[in-house]
T-cell receptor, first 113, second 109 residues
Framework: EPEVTQTPSHQVTQMGQEVILRCVPISNHLYFYWYRQILGQKVEFLVSFYNNEISEKSEIFDDQFSVERPDGSNFTLKIRSTKLEDSAMYFC???????????FGPGTRLTVL | SQQGEEDPQALSIQEGENATMNCSYKTSINNLQWYRQNSGRGLVHLILIRSNEREKHSGRLRVTLDTSKKSSSLLITASRAADTASYFCATAGNNDMRFGAGTRLTVKP
């Protein structure tokens, strides 16, 4: 069964460093998303992406964040200068059509020291 | 925002009993989805109910949606210890999806 994959599973970085989190959505899906979940808290929407552009972004998704679909398969989230409070689980998700369910990847645990 | 809010925050039941979790939200939605998350793990999609549907079943799961009250419920029948997890409702707009804080379900063997 097709699934969303994410790499790495765990990323440790120093404050101020740039990180790139990678996702491979399900191959025929058209809508892509990033979410984050700070430990013990709820899942928060970051950004949605369709047709090679951002559809919507939350207040969390400030200028430190960017997304890219550099080729036909990868979908990346870049955090330019990480802060301690960026430590969280980051989930990628994709879906086929507008009204369909989103399928989530296993997440990348980001730890900022 | 249209994000869902679940209640109760925590629920503890015996194996074999039914578990009911509720979700309320604030604005109009395209659909509402329920997800399950085991501690520290990823999100597993359980069921999607569209805004024009009132009830949906999938195995031991039953979901209702009342758009006039902006609420949904998830019923798990004949619960098992393996159902122990956090359950989240998520409301989908056109371009985003917002999650509630979740209900932590513990099923005791």
């Amino acid at each position: 069964e097709p699934e969303v994959t994410q790499t790495p599973s765990h990323q440790v970085t120093q404050m101020g460093q740039e990180v790139i989190l990678r996702c491979v959505p399900i191959s025929n899906h058209l809508y892509f998303y990033w979410y984050r979940q700070i430990l013990g808290q709820k899942v928060e929407f970051l950004v949605s992406f369709y047709n090679n552009e951002i559809s919507e972004k939350s207040e969390i998704f400030d200028d430190q964040f960017s997304v890219e679909r550099p080729d036909g398969s990868n979908f990346t989230l870049k955090i330019r200068s990480t802060k301690l409070e960026d430590s969280a689980m980051y989930f990628c998700a994709s879906k086929l059509g507008l009204g369909d369910e989103q399928f989530f990847g296993p997440g990348t645990r980001l730890t900022v020291l | 925002s249209q994000q869902g809010e679940e209640d109760p925050q925590a629920l503890s039941i015996q194996e074999g009993e039914n578990a009911t979790m509720n979700c309320s939200y604030k604005t109009s939605i395209n659909n509402l989805q329920w997800y399950r998350q085991n501690s520290g793990r990823g999100l597993v999609h359980l069921i999607l109910i569209r805004s024009n549907e009132r009830e949906k079943h999938s195995g031991r799961l039953r979901v209702t949606l009342d758009t006039s009250k902006k609420s949904s419920s998830l019923l798990i029948t004949a619960s098992r210890a393996a159902d122990t997890a956090s359950y989240f409702c998520a409301t989908a707009g056109n371009n985003d999806m917002r999650f509630g804080a979740g209900t932590r379900l513990t099923v005791k063997p």
